[in-house]
C-alpha cells in the first residue's frame, strides 16, 4: 500500500484515507469460496454500518482462496449479485486485486497489470459516496489510469522489483 498503491500515487484517492486510519484490513481465513462469500456479506453489512469518518473503506485479503485469477475473476460476479441482494447497490461496491491480475487484451506479463496486482487476492469495499466525492474532485478520473500505466511502463519490471527491496 506505502509503497506502490500511495508511493507511486496509483490512487489518488489513498493516501488520506489511509493516512487517517480509515482503511479497515481484514485477513480472511476462510478456505472455500461459499465461505469467503459469507465473510464478504458481514464485511459489506459492517461497512454500510460503519461511520465512514471511522471506516471509509475494507480490503478484504483471503489468501487462502480464489488463488486461481479466473475463479476469482468468477467470483466478482457473486460480489456484484451479493451487493444487490443485501439491498447495497448505489451505496457499496467492490474493486478487484489479484497476484495474476489482467486486464482484457494485454499478455499477463504486461506491466500494465501490475496497477492491479496485490500480493494476495483481495476484494476492496469502497462507498460510492466515496467514489463520487473523487469524481467530483477531478475532473478527468480516465487521467488516473492512463498516468498508472504511463508510470509503470516508466518504471518497468525492474524498477517495480526494486520496490520491494529494502
Do not use: K
Not at 10 to 23: K, N, W
Not at 114 to 135: F, G, K, Q, V
Not at 157 to 163: K, V
Amino acid at each position: 500500500m506505502e509503497r506502490s498503491v500511495i508511493g507511486l500515487n496509483l490512487c489518488p484517492f489513498a493516501e488520506s484515507v489511509y493516512r487517517g486510519d480509515r482503511v479497515r484490513f481484514r485477513v480472511s481465513e476462510q478456505r472455500s469460496a461459499s465461505a469467503l462469500l459469507e465473510e464478504l456479506r458481514t464485511e459489506l453489512s459492517d461497512l454500510h454500518a460503519a461511520d465512514p469518518l471511522q471506516c471509509e473503506t475494507t480490503l478484504l485479503i483471503h489468501p487462502w482462496v480464489l488463488a486461481d485469477f479466473i475463479e476469482y475473476n468468477d467470483f466478482l460476479d457473486v460480489c456484484e449479485t451479493t451487493i444487490a441482494e443485501l439491498g447495497l447497490e448505489g451505496e457499496l461496491q467492490v474493486a478487484s486485486f489479484h497476484p495474476q491480475y489482467q486486464f482484457a487484451g494485454t499478455q499477463s506479463e504486461d506491466i500494465e497489470n501490475y496497477t492491479n496486482r496485490s500480493p494476495y487476492p483481495m476484494l476492496h469495499l469502497l462507498r460510492e459516496a466515496s467514489i463520487e466525492r473523487a469524481i467530483a474532485a477531478m475532473p478527468d478520473t480516465d487521467e488516473i489510469y492512463r498516468r498508472n500505466i504511463r508510470t509503470l511502463r516508466d518504471l518497468g519490471h525492474a524498477g517495480w522489483q526494486r520496490l520491494w527491496r529494502d
